[in-house]
Nanobody, 126 residues
């Protein structure tokens, strides 16, 4: 089992920034990548950004250009920095543990495993 604990959410004004943290523990030897998702009530959980154990990153449409995912392997912690926050970024942000699959061109895809944190609420006021 893998345990994930998110922190760093809160209330922020539009245009501001937040740095979210996700600490992983437990049986993490099978985890080769981690990711952040976000979910608005009544909608699906969307993938925001992913990072492999090698440090390669992928960003997805919703916050591309405004966020940075990073990791500290020594601390088993992944971070998500989101800048220029907008009210539509208001959501619960979840951390996920998964695996990275690389293709022949060294591009990679993130595959989520069923390990989730409880989430951290981010609220952006206008």
């Amino acid at each position: 089992q893998v345990q994930l604990v998110e922190s760093g959410g809160g209330l922020v004004q539009a245009g501001g920034s937040l740095r979210l943290s996700c600490a992983a523990s437990g049986s993490i030897s099978s985890v080769t990548a981690m990711a952040w998702y976000r979910q608005v009530p009544g909608k699906e959980r969307d993938l925001v950004a992913a990072i492999s154990i090698r440090g390669d990153t992928n960003y997805y449409d919703s916050v591309k250009g405004r966020c940075t995912i990073s990791r500290d392997n020594a601390k088993n912690t992944v971070y998500l920095q989101v800048d220029s926050l907008k009210p539509e970024d208001t959501a619960i942000y979840f951390c996920n543990a998964g695996v990275a699959y690389y293709n022949a061109t060294l591009a990679w895809d993130y595959y989520a495993m069923d390990y989730w944190g409880k989430g951290t609420q981010v609220t952006v006021s206008s």
